[in-house]
């Protein structure tokens, strides 16, 4: 099982996404059910955010583990920008602890850039875990340049996280930014890890993917996943509202791809040549 460190927690690399959850009552029993179920396969990871359905995300979060040990649990959110400044983090932090239920978030991250300087968000944040509200906090959306401008300023080298969008469809971030990331070990959140469902079947159609696959007993979605978290500093937080699909997902991190496996992926989903744009779809 593929582990990795953010900040001073081990957690599992493949956590439970819950982007789109929370919205229909007709689905909620079995979104709960598929978030438990990931827990007890042995996800810890539990990624939220305000923005999700407006708070609808959080609430079901909360539904799904008011029984559970907190302690087993990691638990991250996301401030909008709209709420990322000195006077209105702290309100914004406080509805979204009451509505997941808990005293504090192990993560808190900037959701994407906004308005708000950068240097006011970050001297919030880091007054938000001197308040114990928050055990760490990163950022979400940045590219290299924001990471930059973010080392410029004070306590930046605390920074636990950056998690951005990164599947095997989609490894812009691989030219510059992943590389600046793990010079300085900071862990990879990769959202969307298996293409927003690959709705067109682009990665889990593909012939070798297919026959990776095979190789493991397993399902093209796995060997995606098991793709994303291989370097062993990425978290993957994939999204399903399925129990059955979430389960096999957390499995994915009990599957090591081979080194020829690597290079056959490389070739039908090459690496950038250029800086990309990044992608946020």
Do not use: C
């Amino acid at each position: 099982m593929r582990e990795l460190t953010i900040g001073d927690s081990t957690v599992h690399a493949i956590g439970l996404g819950t982007w789109h959850m929370g919205d229909s009552a007709s689905t909620r029993a079995e979104e709960i059910q598929a978030l438990q179920d990931g827990i007890h396969a042995g996800a810890r990871v539990l990624d939220t955010a305000e923005m999700y359905g407006n708070g609808r995300s959080e609430s079901l979060v909360g539904e799904a583990i008011k029984d559970m040990k907190r302690d087993d649990l990691f638990i991250i959110d996301k401030v909008l920008p709209s709420n990322a400044s000195a006077s209105r983090m702290e309100h914004s932090l406080d509805t979204s602890l009451k509505l997941v239920g808990t005293d504090y978030f192990d993560l808190y991250l900037y959701h994407w850039r906004g308005a708000v300087p950068l240097s006011e968000t970050i001297e919030t944040l880091q007054q938000m875990q001197q308040k114990g509200k928050i055990k760490g906090w990163g950022v979400s959306n940045f590219d290299i340049a924001d990471m930059e401008e973010l080392m410029e300023l004070p306590g930046a080298d605390q920074v636990a996280a950056n998690e951005d969008l990164y599947n095997l469809g989609s490894r812009g971030i691989e030219y510059s930014l992943l590389p600046w990331m793990r010079k300085r070990n900071i862990p990879l959140i990769a959202y969307t890890p298996v293409a927003a469902g690959d709705a067109r079947g682009r990665l889990t159609q593909d012939a070798v993917v297919n026959q990776i696959a095979d190789n493991h007993s397993a399902t093209p979605w796995q060997i995606i996943l098991a793709w994303a978290i291989r370097d062993g500093n990425t978290l993957a937080i994939p999204q399903s509202g399925d129990p059955k699909h979430v389960v096999d997902n957390v499995k994915a991190a009990d599957i090591t791809l081979t080194e020829n496996e690597l290079a056959q992926l490389d070739v039908q989903f090459p690496k950038p040549t250029s800086k990309q744009v990044l992608d946020m779809r």
